[in-house]
C-alpha cells in the first residue's frame, strides 16, 4: 500500500527501493507478469551493481515462475 504510494508520487529518493520493493512482494505473491514490469522499472532505476544484480535476479526468477525458460537466459 505504501509503496505504491511513494511510487504514485515519483518525487521521492524512495522510488528506486520501492520499485523493487514491489516487485518482490509480487515475486512472491506468484504474480509473475507485474513483477517482471517492477524488476524492468528496477532495473532502468537501478543505482549501482548491488540493484542491477538484485532486479536482473528477480527476472531471472519471475520469468521461470512463467516457464519462460528462454527468457530466463537472458
Known amino acids: 500500500k505504501y509503496y505504491g504510494q511513494v ?3 515519483k518525487k521521492s529518493q524512495f522510488v528506486p527501493r520501492a520499485v523493487s520493493r514491489m516487485a518482490e512482494l509480487e515475486l512472491n505473491a506468484k504474480n ?3 513483477a517482471v514490469n517492477f524488476y524492468l522499472q528496477s532495473l532502468a ?3 549501482n551493481k548491488r ?3 538484485t532486479a536482473w535476479t528477480g527476472l531471472m526468477d519471475a520469468y521461470y ?3 519462460k525458460y528462454d527468457s530466463v537466459v537472458y
Open 7 to 9: 511510487l504514485s508520487e
Open 51 to 53: 540493484d542491477q544484480f
Open 45 to 47: 532505476n537501478a543505482r
Open 65 to 67: 515462475g512463467q516457464n
Open 32 to 34: 509473475y507478469p507485474q
